[in-house]
């Protein structure tokens, strides 16, 4: 258990429906961060969050949005889907190791869009 | 634009024998390399990092070597065993990016026994 908590597991929809996926950071960390993964790709950075600020984005959807609350957690809100979003997401957190940004991943939420 | 590139999808190690997987990058600003590996249904975990200062750092049976003039890095195991069998992705961070942490499609390892 890498202490990330990531709900739920797996969700099936439909097109055009919208979703949201659920993430808790580390006991102690401010921040969340949130990747695609697609089926045989590399993790896709989308956005960052610390104590409740966005920190960075990367090449996230305008349909898609996320927010971190006052406990720190976080939530991605995926709408329009489309079958092309049908991926893994996973949200992490991270600590400060001999300097460099370590990340601590949750297990993912495993989207399917039919 | 993949600033981090691993351009070989899969590797097939003998058990006992080293593993060399190998990374690209483009960026020259990148402060940090690091390592994860991740199993099937779980998420990636972090394995060896190394500072774009180094060359080398070395942890039990992992090794990361760093040549910033060819703009490449490369993770050895020695001895590969049958555990460490999963998919190994190369990532940096750092730079004009701050935390932001760029991910390699990753290279799927297999170690036979």
């Known amino acids: 258990d890498s202490g990330v908590t990531q709900t739920p597991k797996h969700l099936i929809t439909a097109t055009g429906q919208r979703v949201t996926l659920r993430c808790s950071p580390r006991?102690?960390?401010?921040?969340v961060y949130w990747y695609q993964q697609s089926l045989d790709q590399g993790l896709q950075f989308l956005i960052q969050?610390?104590?409740?600020?966005?920190?960075a984005k990367g090449n996230i959807l305008e349909r898609f949005s996320a927010q971190q609350f006052p406990d720190l957690h976080s939530e991605l809100n995926l709408s329009s889907l489309e079958l092309g979003d049908s991926a893994l997401y996973f949200c992490a957190s991270s600590v400060i190791s001999a300097g460099a940004n370590v990340l601590t991943f949750g297990a993912g939420s495993r989207l399917t869009v039919l | 634009d993949q600033q981090v590139k691993q351009n070989s999808p899969s590797l097939s190690v003998q058990e006992g024998r080293i593993s060399i997987l190998n990374c690209d990058y483009t960026n020259s600003m990148f402060d940090y390399f690091l390592w994860y590996k991740k199993y099937p249904a779980e998420g990636p975990t972090f394995l060896i990092s190394i500072s774009s200062i180094k060359d080398k750092n070395e942890d039990g049976r992992f090794t990361v070597f760093l040549n910033k003039s060819a703009k490449h890095l490369s993770l050895h195991i020695v001895p590969s065993q049958p555990g460490d069998s999963a998919v190994y992705f190369c990532?940096?961070?750092?730079?004009?990016?701050?935390?932001?942490?760029?991910f390699g499609a990753g290279t799927r390892l297999f170690v036979k026994a």
């Open positions: 969050y610390y104590n409740g600020e966005e920190r």
């Open positions: 006991s102690g960390d401010l921040s």
């Open positions: 990532a940096a961070s750092g730079g004009t990016g701050g935390f932001k942490t760029i």
